[in-house]
């Protein structure tokens, strides 16, 4: 129970990082599904959402600027991706990809000088944000909840994918982009939802990790970011189901780490666990098997 | 070689040779603190860091993201090889004088600066470049992170100061210094372009099967464009260390490999004038010509400028290369090259209309 | 579109070149003689935040005393402020900057690495360098131009452990440090030695950058049975730190060094029940006039600026670091005073022996350039009312 007891933080720690990665990791993974594009602009959109939440809270309670900064945040993914990427969409993909990098910068910068660099205190979220006590273990409460609305807009996403006409048509495009257009997919609005989608979610999970860890800086959302992208590569990127399983292994890893003492290294573990998976499976955990038509 | 190559081959001789006597002759017209020299020194720096990038993304299509580890081996190598023996106590301070107790010369130590990137760039490469482009490059943004960790680890301290910072090294004062490494470099890489190697290389990355279906041993010539360009990665690594005369492991972020690439994007994938081109200017606008944005006192004739903040001239420059990035996209110089044939054949071209108006 | 975006271009390039030139003396808005003082300090990046808060306590100090008489002639004292944006390489650039426009000398910078990295260069070019409150030994070391009149870290370090060791009675300390941060590594590798002579002994770990969580560290040091939390680290992770030990219930106290004194901590331990002390150079609730005339002042200069109230966090706590450049101001116009002259080689011949009480003690250098300090301040936070509470004043036995 003692050996219990003292790494319960680190296991909990480890869940509630692991689901966080996992709503940015699907926002990574299905637009690179879609548009083989790395967007590294999500992580900061994941800030925004933050930001928003602090702005409007102190004119606003917080159960109405909470739901006005999700749908915000939709509608942030929706402008950059008509800004930045529609206008590169054949252009080669470095171009899109180098977008993707200064739209980061514009929105980190954009965040520097509204803060003016100091760090910002989310506001405490009734309820999510009480600590309670797990078995001996200090914790929030969010660290609780959050594995368990991962599961949830998993599973419903997933279905939306698997059922609904606009999920279709997301697995028509990321299959084979040109033939889906011939069919009569219509692109732009196909795109348009994708990114929608993953900018939602990267807000759901901003509401959960900031009412985890309170401080929000300019250039926060660039760690979890990355971790988050790995996570998707990891487990296969265009899966769903791998970014999150791999979301997971890595959040909890990487604590497991920094509990063994080797906290020095527990960034540069998350890479090493990459880079020997890629070895071995050249396209992640789930990845498919891509051919080459020659 | 026939008449008019050779006579543009000396014409652009004589070109870069008249680009280093101006700078020559600006030191000594304006005063040595000018911020001229400064944007100077570090735009020739990145111009070669973004040219080895260009070699690798550009030329031989192999999407890398580990400049920024390489440059960090490459700083550390000639730092740690060059602090005089007897300013080590004072730098070690931490790590009783460290376990290098000798000094080598300046151009032995950007030499072995190069050889160290290039061999960890061997290393690294032997189980990752066969894989898929983005896959490849998150792979190599890996190693940079994982580097950039043991080089902070304070068990190595002994070498290489663990989180402190290394200084006291030789460093340069004069322009030139910066523009002669860089431009033999830069030099050396057109000739490899050029070659048999270059031409493998763009085989390679317009067509990876087709290539491998014409004999081009694939594993071989990744590896050698890989090491190659790490091997100039290193020494732009040791000469942004003697231009900032402090190393820190810190500084080496991903970031930096960010800022690279905007600059190879933003002069054309696959040209070597345009990466030097816009690194100057990148250089120029980030740090110098847009300063003035950050001054919160500016008065134009009694009207106090409003929204100028620190802060602000980070702002707009994200604005300019988002602005240069969707209207330019294929970069400034596409993928074509400077040359005097150009020149000839523009200049030809405007005087036939000329000709065709009178 | 194209061609608009070109002349548009043009046009900023070409007005930003005349505002680029750099001028030697020119003369200020009166038409008075005008000194240049540089203000050498971070804006963005890790230590954007400190950065401020000390360029507040110079641009308040320039605004009541803006003038300086050298020589026999009145003159306007102008700031210059660079953002060396915390990096030593974009600090190489905001230093040259710095020379380029003519500056007499410089103050700053708050983070030590920045303040070495640019060290060359005002040495190169002859501008003398005053750091308000960069501690590691070796910004001043081998270096003849650069001075500072803030403690140096070795005494800090010694001074918590001593603190540690009697106050608390601590046997075995965590020790938290960023990696790749010099001035939290430096300040943990003094406290470690200093708490293992006395006979104690020390758990340190890492943390990497971008690190938001913290819990395995906070409950690594309670599992590992520590009696105190060193963690002198910079303001953004204090916040998280203090947030974490409080949902875990961290009962053991945390101490840190200088950069924890300000708002952002307070804040932050508003509420807890987390047991905060750090050492410090100011204390704000002492009774003699010279600090408070500054105290009052600075919070109506504060509540009239906006930009200043933003800049200071958006309350009117004072930082120890506002105190510190405040100081550092008064210092660098008592060395212009006793120069003579506003060249930057005629002052630094005479800085060695200028000396100024200031709000935060008595400023003189030694031999080296470093301040004569030999004092410093403890406070502790107040959890009810989110303020400092003076403790003692610890010297190093």
Not at chain 1, 2 to 25: D, E, K, R
């Amino acid at each position: 129970m003692g050996f219990f007891q003292s790494n319960l933080p680190y296991l909990l720690a480890g869940i509630s990082t692991g689901g966080q990665y996992a709503l940015i990791a699907i926002g990574y993974t299905m637009v690179y599904g879609i548009l083989r594009l790395i967007n590294f602009a999500h992580g900061d959109v994941f800030m925004c959402a933050a930001l928003m939440v602090i702005y409007s809270a102190s004119y606003m309670p917080l159960y109405v600027s909470l739901p006005l900064a999700v749908i915000a945040t939709g509608v942030i993914g929706f402008a950059i991706e008509r800004v930045a990427y529609k206008p590169l969409r054949t252009a080669p993909r470095m171009s899109a990809m180098i977008s993707a990098i200064g739209m980061s910068y514009l929105l980190q910068n954009l965040a520097l000088y509204v803060t003016g660099g100091l760090t910002k205190y989310y506001p405490s979220v009734p309820f999510i944000a009480d600590s309670i006590e797990i078995f001996g273990a200090m914790t929030k409460r969010v660290t609780v909840i959050t594995p368990f609305v991962t599961i949830i807009l998993i599973v419903a996403l997933v279905s939306i994918i698997k059922y609904t006409k606009i999920g279709i048509a997301m697995r028509a495009v990321s299959r084979d982009f040109e033939t889906a257009q011939l069919m009569g997919v219509r692109i732009n609005s196909v795109i348009s939802a994708t990114f929608v989608i993953g900018s939602l979610l990267a807000a759901i999970g901003s509401i959960l990790f900031f009412s985890n860890y309170t401080g929000v800086t300019p250039t926060v959302g660039g760690m979890p970011g990355l971790k988050a992208f790995v996570a998707a590569v990891f487990g296969g990127i265009g899966s769903i189901p791998g970014a999150v399983i791999g979301a997971f292994i890595i959040g909890i890893c990487e604590n497991i780490i920094k509990g063994l003492g080797w906290t020095t290294f527990s960034d540069a573990f998350t890479f090493v666990l990459l880079i020997i998976v890629l070895m071995f499976m050249p396209t992640g955990l789930f990845g498919e098997k891509a051919t080459d038509k020659v | 070689m026939d008449k008019t190559k050779r006579r543009d081959l000396i014409i652009s001789f004589v070109l870069i040779a008249c680009i280093f006597l101006i700078v020559a002759v600006l030191e000594q017209i304006l005063p040595k603190t000018s911020m001229l020299f400064t944007v100077l020194k570090k735009g020739s720096i990145y111009a070669l860091v973004a040219v080895s990038m260009n070699l690798l993304n550009g030329f031989t299509g192999l999407f890398s993201l580990g400049q920024a580890g390489f440059m960090l081996l490459g700083a550390y190598t000639y730092a740690v090889l060059t602090i005089p023996v007897k300013s080590r106590a004072a730098v070690y301070q931490y790590y009783d004088g460290g376990i290098i107790q000798f000094a080598v010369p300046v151009a032995v130590g950007i030499l072995l600066a190069g050889v160290v990137a290039a061999f960890f760039a061997y290393l690294i490469g032997l189980p990752v470049l066969h894989l898929k482009s983005d896959y490849l490059a998150i792979a190599t943004l890996g190693f940079a992170e994982i580097i950039r960790a043991i080089f902070q680890w304070d068990k190595l301290g002994g070498l290489t100061n663990g989180s402190n910072l290394l200084r006291r090294f030789p460093i340069f004062r004069s322009a030139l210094f910066p523009f002669a490494v860089s431009g033999f470099c830069i030099a050396i890489i057109v000739l490899l372009i050029n070659s048999t190697y270059g031409r493998a290389f763009k085989a390679i990355r317009d067509d990876e099967v087709a290539a491998e279906a014409m004999g081009i041993n694939l594993a071989h010539h990744k590896r050698l464009a890989f090491t190659i360009s790490s091997f100039f990665a290193g020494i732009s690594g040791a000469l942004l260390a003697m231009f900032q005369t402090t190393v820190q492991a810190s500084q080496f972020k991903s970031a930096m490999t960010y800022e690279i690439l905007l600059i190879v994007v933003i002069g054309g994938i696959g040209s070597i004038t345009g990466s030097c081109i816009s690194s100057f200017l990148f250089i120029a606008c980030s740090e110098w010509w847009l300063r003035f944005l950050d001054n919160a006192d500016t008065y134009i004739g009694g009207f106090h400028v409003p929204l100028l903040r620190p802060g602000f001239r980070k702002v707009v420059f994200s604005i300019v290369i988002m602005a240069i990035v969707l209207l330019y996209q294929r970069g400034i110089m596409g993928d074509k090259e400077f040359s005097i044939e150009g020149i000839r054949k523009w200049l030809s071209k405007k005087l036939r209309k000329k000709e065709a108006h009178a | 579109m194209k061609k608009l975006f070109v002349v548009l271009s043009i046009l900023l390039l070409v007005s930003a070149v005349v505002f680029a030139g750099g001028e030697k003396e020119g003369t200020g808005a009166s038409g008075a003689k005008v000194v240049k003082i540089g203000v050498y300090e971070p804006a963005s990046g890790d230590n954007g935040a400190g950065g401020k808060q000390e360029t507040l306590g110079i641009q308040y100090a320039n605004s009541i005393t803006p003038t300086v008489n050298i020589g026999g002639t009145d003159y306007e004292v102008q700031l210059v402020i660079v953002d060396n944006e915390s990096s030593n390489d974009k600090a190489v650039t905001a230093a040259s900057e710095l020379v380029s426009k003519g500056v007499s000398l410089v103050l700053g910078s708050y983070g030590s690495g920045v303040s070495i990295a640019g060290g060359d260069t005002f040495a190169n070019a002859e501008v003398p360098a005053i750091g308000v409150t960069c501690t590691n030994p070796q910004v001043t070391l081998g270096n003849d131009w650069y001075y500072r009149i803030c403690f140096l870290d070795p005494f800090q370090g010694t001074v918590l452990a001593n603190y540690a060791k009697d106050t608390f009675g601590a046997k075995k300390a965590y020790a938290l440090a960023k990696l790749g941060d010099d001035y939290s590594v430096g300040l943990c590798n003094y406290f470690i030695k200093a708490f293992e002579a006395l006979g104690g002994e020390v758990i340190y770990e890492t943390f990497p950058e971008g690190t938001s969580d913290f819990a395995a560290y906070v409950a690594n040091a309670k599992n590992k049975g520590c009696d105190v939390f060193y963690s002198p680290v910079s303001i953004e992770a204090a916040a998280l730190i203090i947030e974490q030990a409080n949902t875990q219930g961290l009962t053991m106290p945390i101490l840190a060094g200088d950069t924890w004194d300000s708002n952002v901590v307070l804040g932050a331990a508003k509420g807890t029940k987390v047991d905060i002390s750090v050492t410090t150079f100011f204390v704000e609730g002492s009774t003699d006039p010279q600090i408070t005339s500054f105290v009052d002042g600075f919070k109506k200069y504060l509540a009239s600026n906006q930009t200043a109230m933003t800049n200071n966090g958006g309350n009117d706590e004072i930082a120890a670091v506002t105190a510190m450049g405040f100081d550092a101001y008064y210092t660098a116009l008592e060395a212009l005073k006793k120069a003579g002259s506003t060249k930057g080689a005629d002052i630094q011949k005479v800085l060695p022996e200028v000396t100024y009480k200031g709000v935060s003690g008595d400023i003189a250098f030694d031999e080296n350039g470093d301040a004569v300090r030999n004092v410093a301040y403890v406070k502790k936070v107040d959890n009810t009312t989110g303020k400092w509470q003076f403790v003692s004043v610890q010297s190093v036995k």
